[in-house]
């Protein structure tokens, strides 16, 4: 690929429908170069439709920077109720994963968004599992074990998909494991593959293998997939996303 320079991955990561985007992207997170976060920082107001990307760039390479750099655009120019309401939107939308708020510390993402998790709307208590999953926080993962047991199969489908997540950025996910294992016995497809998925990371492993006796038959073939490795894929939240 050769040396990367932050001068020419700015203007390459421009073009949205470049095929490498996802590699510019990683290599501006993973660059040392000293003035690349001013550089990106400059470039924000007149981004357009990559500032979203940059903003994560931001938030992947420092989680406790000032989240007021993401959270600015989409606040109102005056302070009051309005303010306020749009400000707690972005929290309810994939704007929050999109802009990388989701890992901004400062931003107080889990605080801000567990209480949807709960809420009445199927669509909202999804959005915020998925939320949750990106944040990188252990304290995520109460509200995201609650919606294993969501009456909407598309709920806690994403919910073991946001335990994969977190489990991938180093969260410990033990205390998932019995509602994981039952979520094996569900009807759709789709939960018992992102259930297992979960189940399939070596630290829940022997909890997977001890399940397996007991199962249907289509769900002992999915089990038995991600026994070999063979798991359903997580769908990318941001380009970039590995």
Same mark, same amino acid.
């Given at each position: 690929? /050769?040396? *990367? #320079?932050?001068?020419?991955?700015?203007?390459?990561? !421009?073009?949205?429908?470049?095929?490498?985007? #996802?590699?510019?992207?990683?290599?501006?997170?993973? #660059?040392?170069?000293?003035?690349?976060?001013?550089?990106?920082?400059?470039?924000?107001?007149? @981004?357009?439709?990559?500032?979203?990307?940059?903003?994560?760039?931001?938030?992947?390479?420092?989680?406790?920077?000032?989240?007021?750099?993401?959270?600015?655009? *989409?606040? @109102?120019?005056?302070?009051?109720?309005? !303010?306020?309401?749009?400000?707690?939107?972005?929290?309810?939308?994939?704007?929050?994963?999109?802009? /990388?708020?989701?890992?901004? %510390? /400062?931003?107080?993402?889990?605080?801000?968004?567990?209480?949807?998790?709960?809420?009445?709307? @199927? #669509?909202?208590? !999804?959005?915020?599992?998925?939320?949750?999953?990106?944040?990188?926080?252990? $304290?995520?993962?109460?509200?995201?074990?609650?919606?294993?047991?969501?009456?909407?199969?598309?709920?806690?489908?994403?919910?073991?998909?946001?335990? %994969?997540?977190?489990?991938?950025?180093?969260?410990?996910?033990?205390?998932?494991?019995?509602?994981?294992?039952?979520?094996?016995?569900?009807? !759709?497809?789709?939960?018992?593959?992102?259930? $297992?998925?979960?189940?399939?990371?070596?630290?829940?492993?022997?909890?997977?293998?001890?399940?397996? @006796?007991?199962?249907? +038959?289509?769900?002992? $073939?999915?089990?038995?997939?991600?026994?070999?490795?063979?798991?359903?894929?997580?769908?990318?939240?941001? +380009?970039?996303?590995?």
């Amino acid at each position: 690929m /050769g040396e *990367f #320079s932050s001068d020419r991955a700015l203007p390459e990561i !421009r073009n949205w429908d470049a095929p490498d985007l #996802s590699a510019h992207a990683r290599q501006l997170i993973d #660059s040392n170069e000293p003035d690349v976060e001013e550089l990106i920082l400059d470039t924000l107001d007149d @981004a357009g439709p990559l500032r979203p990307l940059l903003c994560r760039v931001l938030a992947e390479r420092n989680p406790d920077r000032d989240p007021d750099y993401a959270l600015r655009h *989409f606040y @109102a120019e005056t302070d009051g109720p309005v !303010r306020r309401w749009l400000g707690q939107e972005v929290y309810r939308s994939p704007w929050v994963w999109l802009y /990388g708020i989701t890992r901004l %510390r /400062g931003a107080n993402p889990v605080a801000r968004i567990t209480p949807d998790a709960t809420h009445w709307l @199927a #669509s909202r208590r !999804r959005t915020a599992v998925i939320a949750l999953g990106d944040t990188a926080d252990p $304290a995520a993962l109460p509200p995201v074990i609650g919606r294993l047991r969501d009456q909407k199969w598309w709920v806690r489908s994403q919910a073991a998909a946001a335990l %994969r997540r977190l489990a991938r950025s180093g969260v410990q996910v033990g205390q998932a494991v019995d509602a994981l294992v039952r979520c094996l016995d569900h009807d !759709r497809q789709e939960v018992v593959e992102q259930a $297992a998925a979960a189940l399939a990371t070596p630290a829940l492993r022997t909890d997977l293998l001890y399940a397996r @006796a007991t199962l249907m +038959p289509l769900a002992g $073939a999915i089990v038995d997939n991600a026994l070999d490795g063979v798991v359903a894929p997580l769908i990318p939240l941001w +380009p970039g996303d590995a």
